[in-house]
């Protein structure tokens, strides 16, 4: 009687096709496609409102030469001149705090890659940006418009504070706001580069702060 042939034993010598999934083994992260990058957003629209926060602060230069006499019905701050000399000291703070983010992330706003040499103007966009970085700049929007309506006030108020006498303080320090002012129209004039328009105005932010902080020892008591 023929003998029935037994089944060939399996070659283990070769090893097979990996594993999608072995006992104990760790998933594999999936690597970033191109779904998961964005169009960076326009830096500019997030860096010329921080610069016109500072303007605005700049601005009390000008009430070195306005020099008007006080009318009867002109309407008066109803802040005390320490409150908004405080306030607007804060808003100084606030903004160099801003310009330093914009310096901590820039390849969305301090000019890394092409966008580097690009100048003054609106539409200018950087390399493709995540998830996490579209977050940051919306934060950081955010923040610059509370901070511009916030400095725009503040300042408003301390040029009210001087023009009613609650502040007396000497021809140079309005100087210094001018000095300070003429950096930033020249920045607007010369349509500087965006490197350069995030590394004059963190140095504008540090200038106004030490000057209003000279204001307030000026502040009649």
């Known amino acids: 009687m023929a003998k029935t042939p037994s089944k060939p034993e399996p070659d283990t010598s070769r090893p ?8 104990g083994s760790k998933p594999q992260p999936k690597p970033a496609s191109d779904s998961d990058m964005r169009i960076a957003p326009d830096p500019f629209a997030a860096v010329l ?26 309407s008066r701050s109803r802040r005390k001149a320490s409150a908004a000399l405080r306030d607007l000291e804060a808003c100084c703070l606030g903004l160099g705090e801003i310009f330093r983010r914009f310096q901590r992330n820039p390849h969305l706003f301090a000019g890394e890659g092409g966008q580097g040499a690009s100048p003054l103007k609106f539409g200018v966009h950087g390399p493709r ?21 916030l400095a725009s006030q503040n300042a408003f108020d301390v040029m ?20 300070e002012q003429e950096r930033l129209n020249k920045l607007i004039q010369e349509r500087a580069t965006l490197r350069a328009t995030v590394e004059t105005c963190a140095g504008v932010a540090e200038r106004l702060t030490a000057l209003v902080r000279r204001l307030k020892t000026y502040r009649v008591e």
């Open 160 to 179: 009210c504070a001087i023009e009613d006498g609650e502040i007396d303080a000497p021809e140079e320090l309005y100087y210094g706001f001018g000095s």
């Open 16 to 23: 097979g096709p990996p594993s999608s999934s072995r006992p």
């Open 49 to 74: 409102p921080g610069l016109a926060a500072l303007g605005a602060i700049a601005s009390i230069a000008a009430i070195n030469w306005v020099g008007q006499e006080r009318t009867p019905d002109r």
């Open 129 to 149: 940006a995540t998830a996490d970085d579209c977050r940051v700049y919306q934060q950081l929007v955010n923040d610059v418009a509370s901070m511009l309506v």
